[in-house]
């Protein structure tokens, strides 16, 4: 068992982490299309990468010589990222240095609590734990049940918050504040401005997704816009 370093979390300090994810049924949805995004992506300045799936995380660790965030999204229950400790263990098996999981207050199906699974996590495997939180109070708990970071993936996506138009800084903000802990700055980082706002306010680093590497998404905020151009256009 390789104990991960804490000069791995340092190396993220400051810095943009992308996500390279690809959703079941796409047309980029191999290990291979994947590690050509996150390939790019390094060259581009990433200073780490977010990756889900084993296969993709097995790759991109192959590949691509930065601090990699490996998650698996499985399941039809609330809680997907990487659900439970078995999921969690294969993740780190694959080759991520950091673990992403749920780290909300929600049950999770193997009936663990956070706690028990980062520690299993951290004496079984050595990787480091982030915990993907939607509020303020999970992300105290998930510091105190031991993640060795705190990211603010899940606001918006629990029955429970509210999904702002942009990432939501403010819970940045107040995380970074209260906890010891880096906190990663995650969801809805759609432009370089936002990215910068959340190392601002406290972030110890941002994750952006969608906006650097899911092209469909992104040809859809161009597509619309041109199509409401032409609207304008019609109309005047
Ligand atoms: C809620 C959820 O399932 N988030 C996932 C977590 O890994 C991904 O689908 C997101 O793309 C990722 O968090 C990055 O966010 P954005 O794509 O908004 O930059």
């Known amino acids: ?12 300090r400051d810095g943009l982490i992308v996500s390279c994810q690809a959703y079941p049924g796409e047309p980029m949805r191999s290990p291979d299309t994947m590690t050509r995004v996150a390939l790019a992506a390094a060259r581009g300045g990433a200073v780490g990468i977010r990756a889900q799936g084993l296969e993709d995380i097995a790759s991109i660790r192959a590949a691509v010589d930065l601090p990699l965030i490996g998650l698996w999204k499985d399941g039809e229950d609330d809680v997907f990222i990487t659900p439970t400790l078995e999921h969690a263990v294969a993740v780190a098996e694959a080759g ?18 956070l ?5 299993a996590v951290h004496g079984t495997t050595g990787a480091l734990v982030m915990a993907d939180c939607s509020t303020f109070d999970e992300g105290i708990a998930a510091a105190a049940a031991g993640a060795d970071l705190v990211g603010t993936t899940l606001a918006g996506y629990t029955a429970y918050t509210i999904k702002t138009d942009g990432p939501d800084l403010t819970l940045v903000g107040q995380l970074a504040t209260r906890l010891d802990v880096p906190v990663v700055a995650e969801g809805r980082v759609h432009t370089p401005g936002q990215a910068a706002a959340a190392i601002h306010a406290g972030a110890h680093a941002v994750v952006v997704g969608t906006a650097i590497t899911h092209p469909t998404t992104i040809t859809g905020w161009f597509a619309a816009a041109v199509a409401q151009n032409n609207i304008t256009e019609e109309r005047s």
Do not use: K
């Open 115 to 119: 706690a028990e699974t980062i520690a």
């Open 1 to 12: 068992m390789t104990r991960i370093s804490p000069e791995l979390v340092e190396a993220l």
């Open 96 to 113: 991520a240095h950091i673990v992403a999981l749920d780290g909300t207050s929600r049950r999770r199906p193997d009936g663990r609590s």
